[in-house]
Protein backbone atom coordinates (compact mmCIF):
# COMPACT_ATOMS: atom_id res chain seq x y z
CA UNK A 1 0.00 0.00 0.00
CA UNK A 2 1.03 3.54 -0.75
CA UNK A 3 0.65 5.53 2.55
CA UNK A 4 1.00 9.53 2.47
CA UNK A 5 2.07 10.45 6.50
CA UNK A 6 1.60 14.72 6.24
CA UNK A 7 3.57 15.73 9.85
CA UNK A 8 6.37 18.58 10.86
CA UNK A 9 7.58 16.60 13.22
CA UNK A 10 10.16 14.94 11.31
CA UNK A 11 11.02 12.53 14.30
CA UNK A 12 7.34 11.36 14.87
CA UNK A 13 6.91 11.05 11.09
CA UNK A 14 10.11 9.21 10.41
CA UNK A 15 9.01 6.67 13.39
CA UNK A 16 5.74 6.26 11.71
CA UNK A 17 7.81 5.93 8.48
CA UNK A 18 9.90 3.00 9.51
CA UNK A 19 7.30 0.64 11.07
CA UNK A 20 5.18 1.13 8.00
CA UNK A 21 7.70 0.38 5.87
CA UNK A 22 8.70 -2.65 7.86
CA UNK A 23 5.22 -3.74 7.47
CA UNK A 24 5.88 -3.59 3.71
CA UNK A 25 4.20 0.12 2.85
CA UNK A 26 5.75 2.58 0.81
CA UNK A 27 5.77 5.60 2.84
CA UNK A 28 6.08 8.81 1.76
CA UNK A 29 6.48 12.16 4.04
CA UNK A 30 5.26 15.48 3.59
CA UNK A 31 6.10 18.09 5.74
CA UNK A 32 3.04 20.69 4.82
CA UNK A 33 -0.31 20.54 4.33
CA UNK A 34 0.35 22.67 0.50
CA UNK A 35 2.53 19.77 -0.41
CA UNK A 36 0.31 16.74 0.68
CA UNK A 37 -2.46 18.43 -1.16
CA UNK A 38 -0.18 18.74 -4.37
CA UNK A 39 1.29 14.96 -4.11
CA UNK A 40 -1.91 13.99 -3.27
CA UNK A 41 -3.60 15.55 -7.00
CA UNK A 42 -0.58 14.15 -9.01
CA UNK A 43 -0.01 10.91 -7.90
CA UNK A 44 -2.32 8.07 -5.92
CA UNK A 45 -2.22 7.08 -2.24
CA UNK A 46 -4.24 4.76 -0.09
CA UNK A 47 -4.03 6.17 2.58
CA UNK A 48 -2.89 9.83 4.44
CA UNK A 49 -1.86 10.30 7.68
CA UNK A 50 -2.41 13.08 8.82
CA UNK A 51 -1.71 15.58 11.16
CA UNK A 52 -3.71 18.52 12.30
CA UNK A 53 -1.26 20.99 14.03
CA UNK A 54 0.66 22.03 10.29
CA UNK A 55 2.27 24.88 9.83
CA UNK A 56 0.61 27.12 7.02
CA UNK A 57 -2.65 24.96 5.96
CA UNK A 58 -3.95 23.14 8.76
CA UNK A 59 -4.95 19.33 8.96
CA UNK A 60 -8.45 20.25 8.71
CA UNK A 61 -8.04 22.26 5.87
CA UNK A 62 -6.31 19.96 4.09
CA UNK A 63 -9.27 17.69 4.86
CA UNK A 64 -11.41 20.03 3.51
CA UNK A 65 -9.90 20.94 0.60
CA UNK A 66 -9.25 17.28 -0.37
CA UNK A 67 -12.64 15.96 0.16
CA UNK A 68 -13.69 19.66 -1.63
CA UNK A 69 -11.72 17.96 -4.95
CA UNK A 70 -13.67 14.73 -4.30
CA UNK A 71 -10.82 12.59 -3.80
CA UNK A 72 -11.76 9.70 -1.54
CA UNK A 73 -8.80 8.33 -0.19
CA UNK A 74 -9.21 7.22 3.63
CA UNK A 75 -7.76 9.71 6.04
CA UNK A 76 -6.67 8.95 9.48
CA UNK A 77 -6.10 12.13 11.60
CA UNK A 78 -3.82 12.73 14.22
CA UNK A 79 -4.61 15.06 16.86
CA UNK A 80 -3.30 16.62 20.28
CA UNK A 81 -4.34 14.26 23.40
CA UNK A 82 -7.74 14.61 24.54
CA UNK A 83 -8.55 16.89 21.89
CA UNK A 84 -12.49 15.62 21.37
CA UNK A 85 -13.69 18.95 19.61
CA UNK A 86 -10.54 17.79 17.08
CA UNK A 87 -11.57 14.44 16.55
CA UNK A 88 -15.59 15.38 16.21
CA UNK A 89 -14.44 18.28 13.69
CA UNK A 90 -11.87 15.59 11.56
CA UNK A 91 -15.15 12.81 11.61
CA UNK A 92 -17.48 15.84 10.38
CA UNK A 93 -14.78 16.65 7.37
CA UNK A 94 -14.11 13.32 6.31
CA UNK A 95 -11.97 11.68 8.37
CA UNK A 96 -11.96 7.62 8.80
CA UNK A 97 -10.38 7.08 11.85
CA UNK A 98 -8.22 9.31 14.24
CA UNK A 99 -5.63 8.37 17.22
CA UNK A 100 -4.63 10.74 19.76
CA UNK A 101 -0.85 11.78 20.19
CA UNK A 102 1.13 10.25 21.80
CA UNK A 103 0.38 7.60 19.37
CA UNK A 104 0.82 3.32 20.36
CA UNK A 105 2.57 2.33 17.29
CA UNK A 106 1.41 -1.10 17.82
CA UNK A 107 -2.25 0.87 17.54
CA UNK A 108 -1.26 2.89 14.50
CA UNK A 109 -0.08 -0.20 12.39
CA UNK A 110 -3.45 -2.19 13.82
CA UNK A 111 -5.82 0.72 12.51
CA UNK A 112 -3.34 1.20 9.09
CA UNK A 113 -4.12 -2.10 8.49
CA UNK A 114 -8.23 -1.83 9.01
CA UNK A 115 -8.43 1.73 7.01
CA UNK A 116 -6.16 -0.40 3.97
CA UNK A 117 -8.51 -3.13 4.15
CA UNK A 118 -11.87 -1.16 4.15
CA UNK A 119 -10.34 0.93 1.36
CA UNK A 120 -9.35 -2.05 -0.91
CA UNK A 121 -12.60 -3.79 -0.93
CA UNK A 122 -14.52 -0.92 -1.94
CA UNK A 123 -12.25 0.19 -4.86
CA UNK A 124 -9.08 -0.51 -7.07
CA UNK A 125 -5.52 1.17 -7.43
CA UNK A 126 -6.81 4.95 -8.22
CA UNK A 127 -5.24 6.74 -10.62
CA UNK A 128 -5.15 10.23 -10.49
CA UNK A 129 -4.26 13.26 -12.53
CA UNK A 130 -5.47 16.99 -11.10
CA UNK A 131 -9.02 16.52 -10.85
CA UNK A 132 -9.56 13.94 -12.74
CA UNK A 133 -9.88 10.34 -11.15
CA UNK A 134 -10.03 6.97 -12.35
CA UNK A 135 -10.69 4.08 -10.22
CA UNK A 136 -9.16 0.69 -11.87
CA UNK A 137 -12.04 -1.59 -9.81
CA UNK A 138 -14.87 -0.10 -10.15
CA UNK A 139 -14.05 0.96 -13.39
CA UNK A 140 -15.54 4.39 -12.67
CA UNK A 141 -13.98 7.60 -13.71
CA UNK A 142 -14.59 11.22 -11.71
CA UNK A 143 -13.38 14.71 -12.62
CA UNK A 144 -13.73 17.13 -9.97
CA UNK A 145 -15.33 14.88 -8.09
CA UNK A 146 -18.41 14.79 -10.02
CA UNK A 147 -18.90 11.12 -11.91
CA UNK A 148 -17.38 11.39 -16.09
CA UNK A 149 -18.74 9.41 -18.50
CA UNK A 150 -16.69 7.27 -20.48
CA UNK A 151 -17.05 4.92 -23.69
CA UNK A 152 -15.33 1.98 -22.88
CA UNK A 153 -12.32 2.92 -25.30
CA UNK A 154 -11.88 5.86 -24.32
CA UNK A 155 -11.36 4.93 -20.45
CA UNK A 156 -8.28 2.31 -22.21
CA UNK A 157 -6.80 5.67 -24.23
CA UNK A 158 -7.17 6.87 -20.68
CA UNK A 159 -5.78 4.36 -18.58
CA UNK A 160 -3.06 4.25 -21.11
CA UNK A 161 -2.36 8.03 -21.12
CA UNK A 162 -2.20 8.33 -17.63
CA UNK A 163 0.20 5.58 -16.84
CA UNK A 164 2.59 7.60 -18.57
CA UNK A 165 2.50 11.12 -17.60
CA UNK A 166 5.03 13.54 -19.41
CA UNK A 167 5.96 10.81 -21.11
CA UNK A 168 4.67 10.09 -24.95
CA UNK A 169 2.39 7.23 -25.35
CA UNK A 170 2.93 5.51 -29.54
CA UNK A 171 -0.11 5.01 -30.80
CA UNK A 172 0.90 1.72 -31.34
CA UNK A 173 0.88 1.29 -27.53
CA UNK A 174 -2.34 2.65 -27.54
CA UNK A 175 -3.66 0.47 -30.08
CA UNK A 176 -2.56 -2.62 -27.73
CA UNK A 177 -4.61 -1.66 -24.88
CA UNK A 178 -7.68 -0.71 -27.06
CA UNK A 179 -8.36 -3.18 -29.34
CA UNK A 180 -9.38 -6.58 -28.99
CA UNK A 181 -6.85 -9.26 -30.18
CA UNK A 182 -9.44 -9.67 -33.35
CA UNK A 183 -9.84 -5.87 -33.92
CA UNK A 184 -8.08 -4.25 -36.57
CA UNK A 185 -8.07 -0.93 -35.12
CA UNK A 186 -6.81 2.23 -37.18
CA UNK A 187 -4.41 5.20 -36.15
CA UNK A 188 -7.32 7.37 -37.16
CA UNK A 189 -9.78 5.90 -34.59
CA UNK A 190 -7.53 6.66 -31.82
CA UNK A 191 -7.54 9.94 -33.21
CA UNK A 192 -11.55 9.57 -32.79
CA UNK A 193 -11.04 8.83 -28.88
CA UNK A 194 -8.31 11.36 -28.14
CA UNK A 195 -10.17 14.12 -29.76
CA UNK A 196 -13.62 12.85 -27.56
CA UNK A 197 -11.47 12.69 -24.29
CA UNK A 198 -10.11 16.59 -25.40
CA UNK A 199 -13.61 17.78 -25.78
CA UNK A 200 -14.42 15.94 -21.93
CA UNK A 201 -11.05 17.36 -20.28
CA UNK A 202 -9.81 20.48 -21.63
CA UNK A 203 -12.45 22.24 -19.61
CA UNK A 204 -10.79 20.98 -16.86
CA UNK A 205 -7.44 21.86 -17.38
CA UNK A 206 -6.35 18.58 -18.55
CA UNK A 207 -4.48 18.58 -21.88
CA UNK A 208 -3.32 16.09 -24.49
CA UNK A 209 -0.62 16.72 -26.83
CA UNK A 210 -0.25 15.13 -29.95
CA UNK A 211 3.33 14.28 -31.09
CA UNK A 212 2.93 14.52 -34.36
CA UNK A 213 3.58 11.09 -36.45
CA UNK A 214 4.48 9.30 -33.09
CA UNK A 215 1.75 9.28 -30.12
CA UNK A 216 -0.05 11.47 -27.55
CA UNK A 217 1.31 12.74 -24.39
CA UNK A 218 -0.57 13.55 -21.46
CA UNK A 219 0.62 16.87 -20.16
CA UNK A 220 1.71 17.74 -16.29
CA UNK A 221 -1.08 19.35 -14.70
CA UNK A 222 -1.00 22.47 -13.68
CA UNK A 223 -3.53 23.85 -11.49
CA1 LIG B 1 2.45 18.68 14.02
Redesign the pocket.
Known amino acids: MRILIV ?3 AL ?1 SAGIARILESEGHSVDVMKSGERALLAASQESFDLMIL ?4 PGLDGFEVLRRLRLQGRPVPVLV ?1 TARDAIDDRVHGLDLGADDYMAKPLAMRELVARVRALTRRGKAQSGPRLTHGPLELDTGSRRAYLNGEPLELAAREWAVLEVLLGKVEKVASKEVIIQAVAGWEEDLSHNAIEVYISRLRTKLESAGIRIRTVRGFGYMLEEFKA
Open positions: EDDLDIGLL
